[in-house]
């Protein structure tokens, strides 16, 4: 696979890409591995991080974000191989818990907190002292289109998120000039974490975008690859909306939105 953004200085870097096994997260770390980044992949499952960071020819570190000493791993070990950590991507993130917030246990939301908000910050933290402030770099954040309103049964994810994009703007004026910080919020993509949003009907879905269809990931990873390519040398706390046009569905059609029925449906198996 080649890519234009060679062109554009990603050729050399050195990136880490979270949830960078599966979804958007693996379309990402392919994507600037073409690009000609080189890329460290970090995820739970250390078999599948292995796997990957070999079909990257880079390297992996398996483990949980909410864990400040794995984000110092993460850190050490994308410098220790590359000689340099320019890009970052907070990808990996949770969705739970699911349901009334009134109904949330206090230990889940902070749970929720400590992935989809702690650990951005922690990673971004870590690459800063480890090379970034000497040297700048790029960030981006993955958010969701669902932080900007209220959806059915999300309320703890998108809360998350939406701290997550005041994160970001925060550390784009903080980090700025040596380091742009932007995010990409999506719509609903074809993504394990979303199966059972858009699995269900998804001819149903996908009649209520303007554009037709449930994104891809690499939909995703073009833009997040974009952003942190000297090509967008000149953004810096913005957020990229990558929905199909879900904010626009109104003025589209008079279809109902699916993908709050699927949301409000839908009955988490218990643990």
Not at 23 to 34: C, D, T
Not at 62 to 75: A, E, K, M, Q, T
Not at 206 to 219: C, K, T, V
């Amino acid at each position: 696979m080649t890519s234009s953004y060679a062109q554009d200085g990603l050729e050399g870097r050195a990136a880490v890409v979270t949830g960078g096994t599966r979804g958007i997260g693996r379309a990402v770390a392919e994507r600037l591995a073409a690009a000609g980044a080189r890329v460290c992949v970090t995820a739970r499952d250390a078999q599948e991080v292995r796997r990957t960071a070999a079909e990257l020819d880079g390297v992996g570190v398996s483990g949980d974000v909410g864990d400040p000493d794995h984000l110092r791993d993460v850190v050490d070990t994308a410098v220790r191989a590359f000689g340099r950590l320019d890009v970052v991507v907070n990808n990996a993130a949770t969705n739970q818990p699911y349901g009334p917030l009134m109904d949330a246990d206090p230990e889940a939301w902070r749970a929720a907190f400590a992935v989809n908000v702690e650990a951005p910050l922690r990673l971004v933290q870590n690459a800063w002292r480890a090379w970034m402030r000497e040297h700048g770099g790029s960030v981006v954040n993955i958010c969701t289109e669902g932080a900007g309103h209220a959806g059915p049964n999300v309320g703890a994810y998108g809360t998350s998120k939406a701290a997550l994009l005041h994160l970001t703007r925060q550390l784009a004026g903080e980090l700025a000039p040596r380091v742009r910080v932007n995010s990409v919020s999506p719509g609903l993509v074809r993504t394990e974490m979303a199966r059972f949003v858009w699995e269900p009907e998804e001819a149903r879905v996908a009649a209520g975008l303007p554009l037709g269809r449930i994104g891809e990931p690499d939909d995703i990873a073009r833009a997040v690859v974009w952003l942190a390519s000297d090509a967008a040398e000149w953004i810096t706390g913005a957020d990229l909306l990558v929905d199909g046009g879900t904010r626009v569905r109104t003025a589209h059609s008079a279809r109902e939105y699916a993908v709050h029925d699927m949301l409000r449906s839908y009955a988490p198996p218990r643990s």
